[in-house]
């Protein structure tokens, strides 16, 4: 049976910082990519960033490029997302998914229960 989970939410202020991770078990083989994304009372799934399971291919959603990074730690078989200058409208469910074609564009066939990430101001 596979499972993931996520780890690191927490709460902190406007402008700090928090670093999410992402595991799985259970998984036949670890060439996976990994997506996060983020759910909010009242709006719809957000799509954050994702990894191809090289770690060269990184995508980021428009809300989140330029402050979050994601990154593949092969050795540890987990994927990280630092978040970097944090916001308000950044607090949400963070959950991680997991692509077993390894593309990072989908289908997303397992994911987590994901972890709170509240910003607060």
């Given amino acids: ?19 999410l991770s ?3 078990s259970g998984l036949s083989n670890s ?20 990894i191809r399971w090289s770690g060269a291919n990184k995508y980021y959603g428009d809300a989140v490029r330029g402050r979050f990074t994601i990154t593949r730690d092969h050795a540890r ?5 630092q978040m970097n200058n944090l916001k308000p409208e950044d607090t949400a469910v963070y959950y991680c998914a997991l ?19 509240t910003v607060s101001s």
């Fill in 1 to 19: 049976q596979v499972h993931v989970t996520e780890s690191g939410g927490g709460l902190v202020q406007v402008g700090g910082s928090l670093r």
């Fill in 22 to 24: 992402c595991s799985a």
């Fill in 31 to 50: 060439n996976y990519a990994t997506a996060w994304f983020r759910l909010a009372p009242g709006r719809e799934r957000e799509f954050v960033a994702a």
């Fill in 77 to 81: 078989d987990s994927t990280n997302l």
């Fill in 99 to 117: 692509d077993m074609s390894g593309r990072g564009s989908g289908p997303w066939t397992y994911r987590g229960q994901g972890t709170q990430v």
